[in-house]
């Protein structure tokens, strides 16, 4: 996390509605704040010029040019430790085209692991993994991550739930205390009901882990950890695989770190399903 996204966080809680749009535009379009004049800046966004001032002081920055100077510093340093990493990949194979987008794939992979702290990870994957119960929340776009996750847990250690928003009984929340997890995942345009659910369940003591896009995003106000998995450089369709990636590491940290209890869930879970599972050896009998 570069500077002035710390300073940002740090501040964000304590800006006007107005000025926190001016924050949420530079945290989505550095390349453009650094490229363009106050004036035009404020266009973009629909506010003053004054706003855009305005911000940089309440974030602590002298001038607008300071605060731009700073974020072009970032983007060119960002670029070159980008080329590097991918120079290191290529270097290492005569890719094709297809492997190039797979290549940037790791690279954004590789920048977000460097921004988890070990100490976070580490809580999130003993909590997930000694919960009585899980409960999964993801709408749109995000549905889909949301649902494998619960889906694979439940083939690691059990009495893992999605909740769809849309169409469950929400009674089942009654039954969540301080010994169950909340997974959420909560992506730009944040979803009112999915905050709300969250807000919820934290006030009856359940352990809440958000999976977001930004470190100022609505559910870093409520989540007890977070976990970022979009930079500045990506887009939004760039953060998918890191997405999947996360949890993927996640689950993997749980079947190390609790080999009984995975080993324990996979009998069970193939002992349930025998009867829905391919037998190569029973279709090819004569």
Do not use: C
Not at 38 to 54: D, H, L, P, Q
Not at 178 to 199: A, D, G
Not at 228 to 244: A, E, Y
Not at 274 to 283: A, Q, S, T, V
């Amino acid at each position: 996390m570069y500077a002035y996204e710390t300073k940002i966080q740090e501040k964000f809680d304590d800006l006007s509605p107005t000025l926190k749009r001016v924050a949420l535009f530079l945290k989505d379009n550095p390349k453009l704040f650094a490229s363009n004049s106050a004036t035009k800046i404020a266009n973009m966004i629909g506010v003053s010029e004054t706003s855009v001032i305005r911000f940089v002081y309440a974030i602590n920055y002298g001038s607008f040019t300071d605060l731009q100077n700073e974020v072009q510093d970032s983007i060119f340093d960002l670029k070159n430790s980008l080329m590097s990493l991918s120079q290191t990949f290529t270097e290492q194979t005569n890719h094709t085209g297809i492997e190039e987008v797979m290549i940037r794939d790791q690279i954004n992979i590789k920048k977000t692991a460097e921004n988890i702290d070990p100490d976070v990870f580490k809580t999130v994957v003993k909590r997930i993994a000694l919960a009585k119960e899980i409960v999964v929340l993801g709408s749109g776009a995000s549905y889909g991550f949301a649902h494998w996750f619960s889906f694979t847990l439940n083939t690691i250690r059990g009495n893992s739930r999605i909740l769809n928003l849309y169409m469950d009984d929400f009674s089942y929340i009654n039954n969540l205390d301080e010994n169950s997890v909340v997974v959420t995942f909560s992506f730009n345009r944040y979803m009112k009901h999915t905050l709300e659910i969250t807000q919820e369940l934290k006030e009856r003591g359940v352990y809440v882990v958000g999976i977001t896009d930004s470190d100022i995003a609505p559910i870093t106000q409520i989540a007890d950890s977070t976990f970022v998995t979009k930079m500045s450089h990506m887009s939004t369709i760039d953060s998918g695989p890191v997405i999947s990636s996360l949890l993927n590491t996640i689950l993997n940290q749980m079947i190390q770190d609790y080999p009984e209890q995975y080993e324990k869930q996979k009998q069970q879970y193939e002992t349930t399903y025998k009867d829905l599972f391919w037998n190569e050896g029973l279709h090819h009998e004569n």
